[in-house]
C-alpha cells in the first residue's frame, strides 16, 4: 500500500489514474457478472418472489436477519422444506374476486389476508448456492485516520460500532456508522455517499447511488495501493453493467478527485 504523502501528482496525471482504475472496475465487473458463481447465484435469487415495501417491514420486523424468504411450496419447489416447531412470519397477500353492483356491471375486487413465509434459516434440505463475496475488508490504517479527518472537516461525523447480520457501513447524512469488521473501502463508500447523495433534490435511484458510492470506494482504494477489493461481486449483486459504470464517470470522477485531493495535500 502506498504511504500516503503530500501530492505532487499534477491534475492531469491524476484525472489519468483515476479514469484508469475506473475503466479497471468497469471490466472486472464484466467478468464478475458473467461468472458460473454468479449466475448461478442469481438464476436461485430470481426464483424467489419481490415483495411489497409494507410485506420488507413486517419480514423484517419479525425476523431482522432475515435473507431469502418463500412460502411453505415454494422452498419445497427448491428442494427444502420448513423445519418442524418453526414459525411463519406473517405478511399480507392479496385476493381478487368479482362481483356484480345494482346496475348489474362486473367489478373486481381486491382484498388481503394473512399469509405466513419463511426464512432460509427456518429451513433444512438441498444446499443454497453460496452468495459470490462482495466484502472488501482490506485496511490502510493510515488512510483510515486521513478519511477520520476529511470526514470531520466535512462535518461528517464517524463511529464504529456493531451493526446487525452482514451491515458494512451506513450512511445517515451528516454521520456514518462503521462496522469493526469494516474495510477502508467500505469508509470511502460510505463517505462517497454524504458527499454524492445525502443532499437536497438528489433524484437518483438506490442502485445509482449504491454503483457511484461503490466506483468511489475502489478508485480510492486503487489510488492508494489497496487491493483485493470484492467491488465488481458488489455491483454485479446490484444488476450493473460496465456500461452503467462509465455512464457515470463524471460524477464518480468529481467525488474521488476531490477525496483524493484533500488526503493527499494534509
Known amino acids: 500500500m502506498k504511504t500516503i504523502q503530500k501530492s505532487k501528482t499534477s491534475a492531469k496525471e491524476l484525472n489519468k489514474q483515476i479514469e484508469h482504475h475506473l475503466e479497471e472496475l ?8 458473467t461468472s458460473e458463481e454468479m449466475l448461478r447465484y442469481l438464476d436461485f435469487c430470481a426464483k424467489f418472489h419481490q415483495y411489497s ?8 420486523l419479525s425476523l431482522p436477519n432475515a435473507s ?36 348489474g356491471n362486473i367489478i373486481e375486487r381486491v382484498g388481503f389476508h394473512v399469509a405466513h413465509v419463511f426464512d432460509v434459516s427456518q429451513t433444512d434440505g438441498e444446499p443454497l448456492p453460496e452468495q459470490p463475496n462482495w466484502k472488501s475488508p482490506g485496511k490502510n490504517l493510515e ?5 477520520i479527518e476529511f470526514a470531520e472537516n466535512n462535518g461528517i461525523k464517524v463511529t464504529i460500532e456493531p451493526l446487525a447480520g452482514d451491515t458494512q457501513g451506513v450512511s445517515m447524512g451528516g454521520s ?16 462517497a455517499h454524504e458527499l454524492l447523495h445525502q443532499v437536497k433534490n438528489n433524484q437518483l435511484s438506490r442502485v445509482e447511488k449504491e ?9 480510492v482504494s486503487r489510488y492508494f495501493g489497496i487491493d483485493k477489493l470484492a467491488c465488481a461481486n458488489y455491483l454485479s449483486l446490484y444488476g450493473i453493467s460496465s456500461e452503467i459504470v462509465l455512464a457515470n464517470f463524471q460524477n464518480i470522477h468529481n467525488c474521488a478527485s476531490r477525496i483524493i485531493k484533500s488526503i493527499s495535500s494534509d
Request: charged share 30%.
Open 211 to 219: 454503483m457511484e458510492a461503490e466506483a468511489v470506494g475502489f478508485v
Open 68 to 103: 431469502h424468504v418463500a412460502g411453505f411450496k415454494a422452498w419445497k419447489k427448491l428442494g427444502r422444506y420448513v423445519k418442524r416447531g418453526e414459525k411463519g412470519i406473517p405478511i399480507l397477500a392479496p385476493h381478487y374476486w368479482k362481483e356484480e353492483d345494482s346496475e
Open 176 to 191: 456514518i456508522v462503521l462496522s469493526p469488521e469494516a474495510g477502508t473501502k467500505t469508509f470511502i463508500h460510505e463517505i
Open 26 to 33: 468497469a471490466k472486472l465487473t464484466d467478468e464478475a457478472s
Open 53 to 60: 415495501a409494507g410485506n420488507v417491514w413486517l419480514i423484517l
Open 143 to 147: 488512510l483510515q485516520e486521513k478519511l
